[in-house]
């Protein structure tokens, strides 16, 4: 039993040392980015106007305008990668890109996973459905299908809000969400404030609204845990892009209002 006992420890300790060398090897500072001479960002492309694709499908949006200001900060090449909402974080900690700048939420459980940075834009979450639909409370969600896109803040909102008798369906991007709520496969439908204004516009006929603040909450970029100092760079950009005006200039831009009030930590 001890011989046994003893090959597990030396597994696990092996095991221990791998994921610090694995850890270490994807651990970047400002100056590696700027001598490997390209920033890759993670980005949303189906969330306008946050993260959009322009008329010649490539990245577009606010979050897109912001990480190609990051890249000429550095004085690199800029290369934006599409991702869902489950897949920005297996992205980011696998090394597939730098950093997330991706309409991402601060949660406890995301914190344990990635460092964030302060907050850089914010978000209101709500529920959208038909204005014939009377939606003015969680008990008036009991017995319908709400919709959610998987791994997003409102999907784990809606899922403590929600009624038993609720069915909650999941999706993989906000597009697909978004298009089930248009073709009545749900009865409402969780999404970003600023998105649901979109799709409103969009779709004129559709007779949406929104029903229900669900939260207003701070996003913030994300990077690797241990990147310490390409997270003091970060807030340090993010700090001089409020002081000069640039993030109220981008919030003018692709929301067309002053940029809100946003808390340090």
């Not at 577009?60 to 550095?74: E, N, V, W, Y």
């Not at 896109?149 to 999941?170: F, V």
């Not at 919030?251 to 809100?260: G, I, N, T, V």
Request: charged share 20%; proline share 7%.
């Amino acid at each position: 039993m001890n011989r046994f006992h003893r090959s597990g420890m030396a597994i696990v300790a092996v095991c221990t040392l791998l994921s610090f060398a694995i850890s270490a090897a994807l651990a970047q500072t400002p100056d590696d980015i700027a001598k490997k001479g390209k920033l890759v960002v993670g980005m949303l492309v189906d969330a306008p106007p946050f993260g959009t694709t322009d008329k010649n499908l490539e990245p577009d949006g606010f979050d897109a305008d912001l990480a190609k200001r990051l890249a000429k900060f550095l004085g690199v090449a800029i290369e934006i990668v599409p991702l869902t909402p489950p897949t920005r974080i297996p992205a980011l900690t696998s090394g597939r890109i730098d950093i997330l700048v991706a309409s991402f939420a601060v949660t406890p459980e995301r914190a344990r996973q990635v460092w964030f940075t302060n907050p850089y834009n914010a978000l209101d979450m709500v529920l959208l459905a038909p204005k014939s639909r009377p939606i003015r409370s969680a008990s008036d969600l009991a017995g319908l299908k709400i919709g959610t896109t998987r791994g997003s803040l409102h999907e784990a909102l809606i899922t403590k809000l929600a009624p038993q008798t609720s069915q909650i369906i999941r999706f993989d991007d906000d597009a697909t969400a978004y298009q089930a709520l248009l073709a009545k496969q749900v009865d409402t439908l969780g999404i970003a404030g600023a998105l649901a204004a979109e799709v409103m516009k969009a779709n004129p006929a559709a007779d949406l609204e929104t029903k229900i603040l669900l939260q207003r909450t701070p996003v913030s970029m994300a990077i690797r845990r241990g990147e310490t100092e390409l997270l003091r760079w970060l807030n340090s950009t993010i700090f001089a892009m409020k002081n000069n005006g640039e993030l109220d200039e981008l919030h003018r831009k692709w929301l067309d209002s002053p940029s809100p009030d946003l808390p340090s930590f």
